[in-house]
T-cell receptor, first 115, second 111 residues
Framework: NAGVTQTPKFRVLKTGQSMTLLCAQDMNHEYMYWYRQDPGMGLRLIHY???????AKGEVPDGYNVSRLKKQNFLLGLESAAPSQTSVYFCASSPLGPGQFYGYTFGSGTRLTVV | DAKTTQPTSMDCAEGRAANLPCNHSTISGNEYVYWYRQIHSQGPQYIIH???NNETNEMASLIITEDRKSSTLILPHATLRDTAVYYCIALDTGTASKLTFGTGTRLQVTL
């Protein structure tokens, strides 16, 4: 039972390159989220999904795209990486419904550096 | 979701109780109080949540005032491993679909 798995754990990109971060969960959770965390700051929501085939914008969506083609996977794409996107990216998942809401499960993070 | 206010940092001696306060004076009747913590470089970890009654689990206790305008997270016997940033979040689980994190309280447990 792995919980939430993020790949890769580390990545260095050159400005303008593209990449996709993968988040996979094995808990059958409906909701999935992508956050970023810059040094000394709290987490900021990029995009989220309330179920397979759905996505929605969070607080800081610009420069990112997401897809949720399968319930267990949530992909975060950077089309043209910029140094401002250097950050630690966290994925999380949670069960559906207020009565079942017992907290998010977070992955261990992806540390991305854009040079 | 209601805004929460926490002290920026706190210290606690190992073995003593750590009491982390949180103000949420505009909290509505449907909003729960959630606590998470983030140990250095790791993903946040769920600790506890409550609506109006005090709650306790194996990690911590949550004390919510009767008017629900503030709460306190209690770690009864803090250890060095409890050094982390602690986030207090007010959330209406009936309508909200996402957590919003502030900057939290940095708890330093010392020998």
């Amino acid at each position: 039972n792995a919980g939430v798995t993020q790949t890769p754990k580390f990545r260095v990109l050159k400005t303008g390159q593209s990449m996709t971060l993968l988040c996979a969960q094995d808990m059958n959770h409906e909701y999935m989220y992508w956050y970023r965390q810059d040094p000394g700051m709290g987490l900021r929501l990029i995009h989220y999904s309330v179920g397979e085939g759905t996505t929605a914008k969070g607080e800081v969506p610009d420069g990112y795209n997401v897809s949720r083609l399968k319930k267990q996977n949530f992909l975060l794409g950077l089309e043209s990486a910029a140094p401002s996107q250097t950050s630690v990216y966290f994925c999380a998942s949670s069960p559906l419904g207020p009565g079942q809401f017992y907290g998010y499960t977070f992955g261990s993070g992806t540390r991305l550096t854009v040079v | 979701d209601a805004k929460t206010t926490q002290p920026t940092s706190m210290d606690c001696a190992e073995g003593r109780a750590a009491n982390l306060p949180c103000n949420h004076s505009t909290i509505s009747g449907n909003e729960y109080v959630y606590w998470y913590r983030q140990i250095h470089s790791q993903g946040p970890q769920y600790i506890i949540h409550g609506l109006k009654n005090n709650e306790t689990n194996e990690m911590a206790s949550l004390i919510i005032t009767e008017d629900r305008k503030s709460s306190t997270l209690i770690l009864p016997h803090a250890t060095l491993r409890d050094t982390a940033v602690y986030y207090c979040i007010a959330l209406d689980t009936g309508t909200a679909s996402k957590l919003t994190f502030g900057t939290g309280t940095r708890l330093q447990v010392t020998l």
